[in-house]
């Protein structure tokens, strides 16, 4: 038992160290003006400085990418939300039957990769005109569809915790109206999942790069391809924050779920 | 086999848990083909000291034999004792045969005698026929007769009971309390933690009520559900019987 | 007077006005849902597979089965290599990375800052991540400093970080997260209280990890494998920044096949290998989703 919880020690150790390293590697090169080779004892101290991001995030193309992939985040957590609410409420309070329907397809999107889709896109909606993929916000719809499995899950997840359906009924035979049992019977129970998706959703766009790339948009993540070669510190750094905010994103996720009650068991599944 | 030879004894068994003690001194005797029942509140002892039994508790001190042979140090897979478990424990990938039959494999007997001996045990149980089918097949009441089974299969010398009633159904309870009476009538050596008030008092040969740690009455049932001697037993019981449940 | 029948009769969904959705058709309330589904992943879908069973120029087959024959068949096959190479990995870690977790359950606090951990990591990736592995690892890398301060010099032992090796090292960073995530709820199925029943009946702890423990896992195992394939097979970006562009990847191929379709009239197989790529992506969930179920069928 003693030498089991040893190795157990061990194992965690080595795998956080894994985790952590390459952050701590990735700072380094953001924030400290040495270069690698004449790295040593005596110049480990020397040098740090946040001028690199500060010069990176005041750029033109920072500013530009970044505005553009926050207002498809916000847009696709809103169509998400939109188009879902309704959808899950429905088969958790009028038809259940059809709730293994919803599911599944929200699971499809799994079995086709982004780069997959992008490609079929191209092919498919030639067809449409290119008038629709010219815009940046054609990518919003594709957004939502690739977060569909996390934000269904979500809302899924927060309306299964309890049979809402009973609730329902119970709350409408004792005289509320539609509107009130909404209010207070359906909508605090969708909070939770609410928040869930969107910060899922959101996170999932700052940081999509296959789509966006082959598409031809600028967004953050190409913004990190593009300028990784005239400005290294700099796009790293703008890459360690986009990290930093994404985990940021999740753990506080994680915990606002977790005290409501409802824990998150795999994000992904 | 001499009906009146120890089974099973406890000798001043002390157990702690940190700074809670969850036994003490506590003293108990079984002959042969005895039904004892433990009975307390919760957390009173009488869990610790059926794992105690099992070996999946040590004891700080004192010792625990099985025909006065000192099992104290044994680890529990050694101790030929069948134990059945309030949550019943069945092997959910494997179907009743080879859940009863493990603990036949487990020592080596061969597949036909295994087969025979499977089917006498799940007929002891009455579930006859039922030998394919899984656990998440069957009621509460079944899955417990299945863990009953396999546990008394292969002939241990006591039987621990821990509860085996708590989590079931009201109206399954009496088909496996009907079976535990059957496995008396044919001189199975039996410990039962239980709060089921009336089985204890007509089906015990010997009643055990524990409190914190501590046996505070020990006796034939007619004794202890009669006449307890000792004031918190007298509470103990009192509650039962005021809340109906004897 | 008969009210009770009334009343009955009078049920709650049958008051406007959401009451109106109980009699529209359940087709009706979930057609917005289900036309967004079919534009926006259906369609595109289906033109990749309309265009993978069109042959390339200069050629009578299908393109989809041009494109597992020759030199073609190398991208799938490298793909599905490092795949494999980092499911496996990342299982066998994952799945110690649980044990570990459960077997030391006395320190509250450890499996929730575990799980939120997993939970975070397993969906990292992309570029920033191979910004950093290119900062540890790369020609310029911290560690690949420290290594070679301590004599393991990396570039003359041959390794890049963006070939193989080390896409399978980056890879694992978000692969044992999510087998982790995977392996966490299955090592918990494990109740303490099946290896008392086993050892009540008198299974020694090999006996019970090899009849019991096991193959109670396997299904999880599996399973898990079977994720992280996916998982890593639709991967794109990470490659694609640690290459630039230049893997060998089958995800990475595919752009290059279709970014210069016009002139070489190669774009189908683009298009074949995206096809693929989705037959690939079908078994591999089909399997995980199906052992998943299995195991949790004995988890009730």
Redesign the interface.
Known sequence: MIRRNFWSKVILVIVAAFYVLPMIAMARFSFQRVPVIKLGWSTLGKNWTADSLIDAVTSERFLQAGWLSIRLALLSVVLSLVILIPTTVYVHVMKKSARSYVEFLSILPYVVPPIALVVGISGAMKVLGTWFLASPFSLVPFYVIISLPFTFRSLDTSLGAIDLKTLVEASRSLGASWMRTTRMVILPNLKVGIINASFLSFATVLGEFTIASLLLKFTLPAYLAESQGSNPQGTFSVGLLLLVVSSLMFALMNRLSKRKGHALTGLTL | MNPQETALRFSGVRKTFGQVTALDSFDLELKQGELVTLLGPSGCGKTTALRIA???EQPNSGSVFVKEKDVTAL????R????V?Q?Y?????MSVAENVG??L???GVDAAERDMLVREAVGRVQLPGLEGRYP?QLSGGQQQRV?LA??LV?QPEVLLLDEITSSLDPELVSEVLDVVRELKASGMTLVLATHEMGFARDTSDVVCVLDGGHIIEQGPPSQVFTAPQSERAQQFLQSIINSGRL | MNLTVRSERDSLAERVPFGVFKHMRSWVVLAPFTLFVAVFLLWPTFSVFRSALQPVEGSSKPAMLEAISGQYLDAILYSVRLSALTAGLGAVIGTLVAVSAVSLNQFKGLRNVLVGYSAVAANLGGIPLAFAFVASLGMQGLYTKLLSVIGINLSDLGFKISDFSGIVIVYLYFQIPLMTLVMLPAVDGLKVTLKEAAASVGATPRQYWRSIGIPLLSPSLLGGFLLLFANAFSAYATAYALSAGGSNLVSVQIRFYLQGNTITGKSNLGYALAAWMIVVMVLAMSGYLGLRRRSERWRK
């Open positions: 099992a070996g999946f680890p529990a897979h050694t030929n004792m069948g134990m478990f949550n424990s069945l092997f959910p990938h493990f603990g494999r487990v020592r998440h863990a396999r546990a292969f």
